[in-house]
């Protein structure tokens, strides 16, 4: 798609995507500028493709900082981000610059706490090792101690960060008969009643009495690290982890370690410190679960998705303040 001469109405997005996504936007009458390829562009690609644009439609792969800004120039007036999570964009940046951001809040709450779920069955039931076993070809048929997994039912599970997916995920784990204490800023009586839920101020204390804990927090500087080795070890022998948020949330060494010496029992992750490596020890361990960061990646979800960042590209072009904005502009 073209990229000369921009009337100032130029989009530029940052990934392939289906037509149909784009759609809304060509129909707006605005000049796409798509980045054609299914990886993230280097910073020096992007920069260079983003100058003179009007709007950015970016991934959570792309860093959107004073660099990036500068470089599309002052006419850029919004960064849309196809992610619930705004850890990779500078906001301070953005707001300095008169940029509104928008990211894509509540249509993926159902599709990621599912995800978070299917990670903690998978490791409670023990699901990699089983279909190893059958693969393998060594299995001997049933047995009385095969491979025994944990009961999710009277389990003491642990929410972080009980927003819109860690409340989601909460109600799922409920529903397996799991008792939830929750931990974040502050208590949530809706889920108190609604659960029968506990909140729980005092981090370490929640970690020292749960069989499970499940990460639902924004990467931030005061939950980078949340989990180090430190409160890795807090938690009761055999302990599952799940982490369906950001990676850096856990100090990835130290629950390798914690892994190895058998203290963890398990580890669901669809999200990693410096993605997309993975720290080798994770890749060795039989009792972890890993996916490539899949949490909102269902059909429907990414389908709306993309109409959230289209409406916010739209309405902010044409002068209006878009549903999904991020902080105030
Ligand atoms: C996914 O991680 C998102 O932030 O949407």
Same mark, same amino acid.
């Given at each position: 798609?073209?990229?000369?001469?921009?009337?100032?109405?130029?989009?530029?997005?940052?990934?392939?995507?289906?037509?149909?996504?784009?759609?809304?936007?060509?129909?707006?009458?605005?000049?796409?500028?798509?980045?054609?390829?299914?990886?993230?562009?280097?910073?020096?690609?992007?920069?260079?493709?983003?100058?003179?644009?009007?709007?950015?439609?970016?991934?959570?792969?792309?860093?959107?900082?004073?660099?990036?800004?500068?470089?599309?120039?002052?006419?850029?007036?919004?960064?849309?981000?196809?992610?619930?999570?705004?850890?990779?964009?500078?906001?301070?940046?953005?707001?300095?610059?008169?940029?509104?951001?928008?990211?894509?809040?509540?249509?993926?709450?159902?599709?990621?706490?599912?995800?978070?779920?299917?990670?903690?069955?998978?490791?409670?039931?023990?699901?990699?090792?089983?279909?190893?076993?059958?693969?393998?070809?060594?299995?001997?048929?049933?047995?009385?101690?095969?491979?025994?997994?944990?009961?999710?039912?009277?389990?003491?599970?642990?929410?972080?960060?009980?927003?819109?997916?860690?409340?989601?995920?909460?109600?799922?784990?409920?529903?397996?008969?799991?008792?939830?204490?929750?931990?974040? /800023?502050?208590?949530? %009586?809706?889920?108190?009643?609604?659960?029968? &839920? $506990?909140?729980?101020?005092?981090? +370490? @204390? !929640? *970690?020292?009495?749960?069989?499970?804990?499940?990460?639902?927090?924004?990467?931030?500087?005061?939950?980078?690290?949340?989990?180090?080795?430190?409160?890795? /070890?807090?938690?009761? %022998?055999?302990?599952?982890?799940?982490?369906? &948020? $950001?990676?850096?949330?856990?100090? +990835? @060494? !130290? *629950?390798?370690?914690?892994?190895?010496?058998?203290?963890?029992?398990?580890?669901?992750?669809?999200?990693?410190?410096?993605?997309?490596?993975?720290?080798?020890?994770?890749?060795?361990?039989?009792?972890?679960?890993?996916?490539?960061?899949?949490?909102?990646?269902?059909?429907?979800?990414?389908?709306?998705?993309?109409?959230?960042?289209?409406?916010?590209?739209?309405?902010?072009?044409?002068?209006?303040?878009?549903?999904?904005?991020?902080?105030?502009?």
């Amino acid at each position: 798609m073209s990229r000369a001469g921009s009337d100032g109405r130029r989009v530029v997005v940052t990934r392939a995507l289906p037509a149909a996504w784009l759609a809304p936007l060509a129909e707006a009458g605005l000049e796409l500028d798509v980045i054609d390829q299914h990886e993230a562009p280097s910073t020096a690609e992007l920069h260079e493709r983003v100058r003179g644009a009007s709007a950015l439609w970016v991934m959570l792969g792309d860093r959107v900082d004073a660099a990036l800004l500068d470089a599309a120039g002052p006419q850029l007036r919004v960064v849309a981000t196809f992610s619930v999570g705004v850890d990779h964009v500078d906001l301070a940046a953005c707001r300095e610059r008169d940029v509104a951001l928008a990211n894509t809040p509540e249509v993926l709450t159902n599709a990621t706490a599912d995800l978070a779920m299917a990670l903690l069955l998978a490791l409670a039931r023990r699901l990699r090792e089983g279909e190893a076993l059958l693969r393998s070809g060594r299995w001997a048929g049933w047995g009385p101690q095969q491979l025994l997994g944990f009961d999710l039912d009277g389990a003491r599970v642990l929410v972080v960060g009980p927003g819109r997916i860690g409340s989601a995920f909460a109600r799922r784990v409920r529903a397996f008969g799991a008792r939830v204490t929750y931990h974040g /800023r502050r208590a949530r %009586p809706e889920l108190d009643e609604e659960l029968g &839920a $506990r909140f729980e101020p005092d981090l +370490e @204390a !929640a *970690l020292a009495r749960s069989e499970v804990v499940s990460l639902h927090a924004p990467l931030t500087d005061a939950t980078y690290h949340l989990l180090d080795a430190r409160r890795l /070890r807090l938690l009761p %022998p055999g302990a599952l982890v799940v982490n369906t &948020a $950001r990676g850096p949330l856990i100090d +990835e @060494a !130290a *629950l390798v370690d914690a892994l190895r010496d058998a203290h963890l029992g398990g580890a669901g992750l669809d999200v990693f410190e410096r993605e997309p490596q993975v720290h080798s020890g994770l890749l060795e361990l039989p009792n972890v679960v890993m996916l490539p960061h899949l949490g909102s990646a269902t059909r429907g979800t990414r389908q709306t998705m993309a109409a959230l960042v289209t409406d916010a590209i739209t309405a902010v072009l044409r002068g209006a303040r878009p549903a999904n904005l991020v902080g105030d502009p």
